[in-house]
């Protein structure tokens, strides 16, 4: 059964200082799946991915949710629906424990705890401060302050690339159990061996333009 689709993109264009970023980008991210967006260092993957939350804005076309015009979204509401985990985030607080709980204050010990354990942190304090923690620690503890409004769809930028291979095998899984929750999860990874193990869809830009498209297993570029 084909899934319905969660966002949609229509002649997609975003331009910057008179330089194009993205050029013409139409398809569309069903519901329920994990989408590897892939491409060579400044090929518009990290603009594609900021554009699902609004934090870019397109200069022409139109980008679609649920079949409503992504603008026509509070920006804020918005932002708890797709949340985005950027490759460096930003600690907004002292401890490990308010930062998950950043954007719900009302979440339990030891709800922290578990979604700290799904992130592969089983063992922190929730008193450590946040500033000690190592640029890979930030980027799972920023998942798990994600997480814990339970959005829909999840942006992950390069969520693997400060991380050992333990750390990150227990991050490839977590995206797959949240796709098999039926979260849709849209990632940007230079990993093309990772990209293989969690995606079910592959979109390949090169200079802003969408040139593939398809399964891990049917896309030239990771071959």
Known sequence: ????????FDDVVLERDGHRILDGVSDHIHWGSATAVVGA?????S????????????????IELDGQPLDAYDVHALRRRVGL????????????????RVANPDLG?????????????????????????????????????????????LLLDEPTSALDDRSAQAVDRVIRALVGDG???????????????????VLVLDAGRLVERGGPQDVRYLS
């Open 85 to 100: 985990v950027a490759q460096r985030p930003t600690m907004l607080t002292a401890t490990i424990g308010a930062e998950v």
């Open 183 to 201: 979260m849709t999860v849209v990632l940007v990874s230079h990993d093309l061996d990772r990209v293989v193990d969690v995606a079910d869809q």
């Open 41 to 45: 260092s400044g090929s518009g993957k």
């Open 109 to 153: 010990d030891a709800a922290v705890h578990e979604l700290l354990s799904r992130v592969a942190l089983p063992d922190v304090s929730l008193e450590r401060a946040t500033a000690t923690l190592s640029g890979g620690e930030q980027q799972r503890v920023a998942l798990a302050r994600t997480l814990a409004v339970a959005p829909d769809v």
């Open 1 to 8: 059964m084909v899934q319905p689709e969660a966002f949609t």
């Open 47 to 62: 603009t594609f991915l900021r554009m699902l939350n609004r934090f870019e804005e397109p200069t022409r076309g139109r």
